[in-house]
T-cell receptor, first 114, second 116 residues
Framework: DAKTTQPPSMDCAEGRAANLPCNHS???????VYWYRQIHSQGPQYIIH???NNETNEMASLIITEDRKSSTLILPHATLRDTAVYYC???????????????FGTGTRLKVLA | GAVVSQHPSRVICKSGTSVKIECRSL??????MFWYRQFPKQSLMLMAT?????????EQGVEKDKFLINHASLTLSTLTVTSAHPEDSSFYIC????????????FGPGTRLTVT
């Protein structure tokens, strides 16, 4: 089962900041939060990840609450090309093997409006 | 860097035949590869995880005899859908991670399988 919940859809005006929330209330102390996005019929694209601290890169910022039960992905100046499905993922390390895996939730369909 | 390719991008096959999908890491050594499937308007579902030189680990409910995974080299993994049926029609996506890319998975562009 997915460890994340996200709103199914959001709209954002072009040029404005898009704030995408994610709940991961059952996250464990050593599990990272990852964000990917998927444009129609393509493979997911990595955006950003974090553990405890807020993170920023050239694409986005990731704000993680102090209790780590939720996070927000911020696209500072959304463009039409940012229209995609955004997935918040908790990276899980199963107990029976050392290989981590991603469990995708349902994602948020972001539509950037002109 | 960290580019993953898949071949073919689209394939149509007849019911009862087998189809092989290739996943390649082009500029890094993929110690671990993952296979997902995605039905229309749904999220990605992990099918299996494979480490180079080892047998794949399948997720619950995924038939290992139907979805054969081979990860014989550090740059290539294959998924073979055996005796395909129309319900196997889906978007199949692979991802890869390596020693230097251990923090994230890099996804291929996906393969659209249609079984008629």
């Amino acid at each position: 089962d997915a460890k994340t919940t996200q709103p199914p859809s959001m709209d954002c005006a072009e040029g404005r900041a898009a704030n995408l929330p994610c709940n991961h209330s059952t996250i464990s102390g050593n599990e990272y939060v990852y964000w990917y996005r998927q444009i129609h019929s393509q493979g997911p694209q990595y955006i950003i990840h974090g553990l405890k601290n807020n993170e920023t890169n050239e694409m986005a910022s990731l704000i993680i609450t102090e209790d780590r039960k939720s996070s927000t992905l911020i696209l500072p100046h959304a463009t039409l090309r940012d229209t995609a499905v955004y997935y918040c993922i908790v990276r899980v390390v199963p107990r029976t093997s050392g290989t981590y895996k991603y469990i995708f939730g349902t994602g948020t369909r972001l539509k950037v409006l002109a | 860097g960290a580019v993953v390719s898949q071949h073919p991008s689209r394939v149509i096959c007849k019911s009862g035949t087998s189809v092989k999908i290739e996943c390649r890491s082009l500029d890094f050594q993929a110690t671990t590869m993952f296979w997902y499937r995605q039905f229309p308007k749904q999220s990605l579902m992990l099918m299996a995880t494979s480490n180079e030189g080892s047998k794949a680990t399948y997720e619950q409910g995924v038939e290992k005899d139907k979805f054969l995974i081979n990860h014989a080299s550090l740059t290539l993994s294959t998924l073979t859908v055996t005796s395909a049926h129309p319900e196997d029609s889906s978007f199949y996506i692979c991802s890869a991670s390596g020693v230097r890319q251990a923090n994230e998975q890099y996804f291929g562009p996906g393969t659209r399988l249609t079984v008629t």
